[in-house]
């Protein structure tokens, strides 16, 4: 089982980026993904996640209305799209997949994931 998270960058505030996991040695459809960042000097903190099929989604109240989850089992990819990004977003963003399949969370209690990908940073020069 692996995840792998891509499309970070250094990118300007105000821009837009969007972010992929795409996992392999497992099929995605069963399970909830969430995304995850680490700001330099802070905890992971999880800011969004979506149901196995994609129809139910959350977000953290701190990124609710710019970042946006979506995915496509059919490419076993889960994608973040983070929009107007703030100095604040700069941090490195992981994807994980929740433990239980079928499941869905809106905690974001690290327990609940077993598998995580390696991070992709993203930092915004304001």
């Known amino acids: 089982v692996q995840l792998q998270a891509s499309g970070g960058g250094l990118v300007q505030a105000g821009e837009s980026l969007r972010l992929s996991c795409a996992a392999s040695?497992?099929?995605?459809?069963?399970?909830?993904i969430g995304w995850f960042r680490q700001a330099p000097g802070r905890e992971r903190e999880g800011v969004s996640c979506?149901?196995?099929?994609?129809?139910?989604?959350y977000n953290t109240a701190s990124v609710n209305g710019r970042f946006t989850i979506s995915r496509d089992n059919a490419k076993n990819t889960v994608f973040l799209e983070i929009n107007s990004l703030e100095a604040e977003d700069t941090a490195v963003y992981y994807c994980?997949?929740?433990?239980?399949?079928?499941?869905?969370?809106?905690?974001?209690?690290?327990?609940?994931?077993?598998?995580w990908g390696q991070g992709t940073l993203v930092t915004v020069s304001s």
């Open positions: 994980a997949r929740v433990g239980l399949r079928s499941r869905f969370y809106t905690n974001f209690s690290h327990q609940l994931y077993d598998y």
């Open positions: 040695g497992f099929s995605m459809g069963y399970f909830a």
């Open positions: 979506i149901s196995k099929s994609g129809d139910v989604t």
